[in-house]
């Protein structure tokens, strides 16, 4: 996100996010590098046992994943009461370093970068409701799924003409058409309501729908249902249950989360099989559950991709 | 090449939007800037005071944190008067065109002040002491000498706008960059050719600009 611009066009904009993206990438691997004299901000666990190896990280010791903890709640997100970093994919990072006996580092990155960034080798992975598209299929590896995810719709909880409709309802993208509905920049709710012609899109970037949705400018909004658990359920430190709207029909189209990696890195399919060796562990020992239920986030779609 | 046929439809609406966005503006900005220019000029404190505060704030504040407080911050205040015809004022249209206006009002009615101060004074005396009143000196005298001063800076500015104008994409307007976004975040693989098309086009918009704008200057001088 770029606040402080004013006379500049898109073309410096974008060069200049790509060269503080690839600068910034650099100064941290610098950084990280003599790591023996700078305190990193890494949160971390201490040096443990080795249940999984990590030989495919580019730094030896550190877990580095590419997500934007900036409006990046429930994903990855600054704690408002302490301005740490909190998110229930934090606690798979930190769990999966665990495994490896390693310590974790999240490297901030603009969500529309990220891929960008990965390509540039700024971190090991990128893990942030990543999903694989036909797109993504051609530079990027992919990690075996670890969440599953709905597309939830939310109106405002005042609107008659969705007063007839519950959150056990199935519904579909039918439901929207003729609609004015928003979402996140880069969702996979974007590509799902560019497909119907009938649907009008708003796309916002970088702040989330819900606020113009409260404010009457939009009719609903389509996102993932792991977004809504924060922004509208209110689960999470922080979260606030938002009573001015409410969520109609069960999730739909699923898609699954996975951890994405450098398909020109050489180390990719070295680490891509590490990290899958750790999912499966978590996966087996109840702490995806666990965490998945903490954060509202647990159902019984998740056993389907083997979440016990 | 056939993506890019494909999604040049997409994108020729894209600049569509971005021109009515401007050429809504900018005429709004040239006319507020003429009056801010003459309040700031002003030898009347309630006059002058609050047009340089005007201009000083909106020129030292980003357009991005501007876009922001008069969509959500106007919106919302709107919103909550709970008058439909109020509630509803304030769309991503509306709030970039009031954004774009309000942001350039402040910098031609810079343009405009030095356009006038580069007027020598004894024409305006001249014009006093033959009998045309303040009015008539400043829009028979003043005025149709410094139009040509003027033109070069408004024309830069117009170009500018039209770049400018990329910031109504963050509040989900539909102009030439959030277009461009759009389809980068669906080819994030490959993104260049999509930088391409739009860089193209905001060229095709802003070079034959300049160069009606520089026929345009010619003859105006020619003509003086």
Not at chain 1, 251 to 262: G, K, L, M, R
Not at chain 2, 16 to 28: A, D, E, Q, R
Request: glycine content about 8%; charged content about 15%.
């Amino acid at each position: 996100m770029v606040y402080e611009l004013n006379r500049r066009t898109f073309i410096k904009r974008a060069g200049q996010a790509g060269a503080l993206v690839f600068a910034g990438g650099a100064l941290d691997a610098l950084l990280a590098a003599c790591g023996g004299n700078i305190s990193t901000p890494s949160t971390g666990k201490t040096q443990g046992t080795v249940t999984v190896q990590s030989k495919g990280l580019m730094l030896p010791g550190v877990l580095q994943w590419g997500a934007t903890s900036d409006d990046g709640a429930p994903y990855v997100y600054k704690d408002p009461s302490t301005g740490k970093l909190i998110g229930f994919e934090l606690e798979i990072a930190n769990a999966l370093a665990a495994l490896m006996g390693i310590t974790q580092k999240q490297i901030e990155t603009d969500y529309a970068q990220l891929e960008q960034a990965l390509q540039t080798n700024s971190f090991d992975m990128i893990m942030n409701g990543w999903e694989i598209t036909p797109d993504r299929q051609k530079v990027e590896l992919f990690s075996q799924p670890y969440y599953r995810n709905g597309q939830q719709i939310v109106v405002r909880a005042n609107d008659p003409r969705f007063s007839k409709y519950t959150a056990n309802d199935d519904l579909s993208l039918l439901n929207l058409q003729g609609l004015t509905v928003g979402t996140g920049a880069g969702y996979q709710a974007e590509d799902i309501l560019a497909s119907d012609p009938k649907i009008k899109l708003r796309t916002y970037d970088p702040d989330l729908p819900f606020n113009d949705l409260a404010l009457g400018r939009i009719d609903a909004v389509l996102i993932d249902y792991s977004t809504v658990t924060y922004y509208v359920l209110g689960y999470g430190a922080g979260a606030t249950v938002n009573k001015s709207l409410k969520i109609i029909g069960k999730p739909f189209e699923y898609s699954d989360y996975v951890v994405a990696f450098n398909k020109s890195s050489s180390s990719a399919k070295t680490l891509q099989n590490e990290i899958n060796q750790a999912i499966t562990i978590l996966k087996n020992n109840g702490t995806l559950q666990n965490i998945y239920k903490k954060w509202g986030l647990w159902n019984s779609v998740q056993s389907q991709i083997g979440v016990k | 090449m056939n993506l890019v046929w494909s999604v040049l439809p997409d994108f020729l609406v894209g600049l569509k939007n971005t021109i009515i966005l401007c050429v809504v503006s900018f005429p709004l900005a040239l006319l507020f800037g003429l009056l801010f220019a003459l309040m700031a000029g002003s030898r009347i404190l309630w006059l002058r005071g609050p047009a340089r505060i005007f201009i000083e704030v909106v020129r030292g504040t980003p357009i991005v944190a501007q876009i922001f407080i008069v969509y959500y911050g106007l919106g919302a205040l709107l919103v909550n008067t709970h008058n439909s015809f109020l509630a509803q004022l304030i769309t991503s249209w509306s709030a970039g065109i009031l954004t774009l206006a309000l942001n350039y009002t402040a910098y031609e009615a810079e343009v405009y002040r030095a356009g006038f101060s580069s007027i020598d004074k004894g024409q305006t005396e001249a014009a006093l002491s033959l009998g045309f009143s303040p009015l008539q000196s400043f829009f028979r005298v003043l005025l149709p000498q410094a139009i040509p001063v003027l033109i070069p800076p408004f024309v830069n500015d117009f170009i500018y706008m039209l770049k400018d104008s990329a910031v109504v994409s963050i509040i989900a307007g539909t102009e030439l960059t959030a277009v461009l976004m759009f389809w980068v975040r669906r080819n994030a693989s490959d993104p260049l050719p999509f930088y391409l098309i739009a860089i193209v086009l905001y060229l095709i918009l802003s070079l034959p600009i300049a160069y009606v704008a520089r026929y345009f200057e010619r003859r105006v001088r020619a003509a003086l």
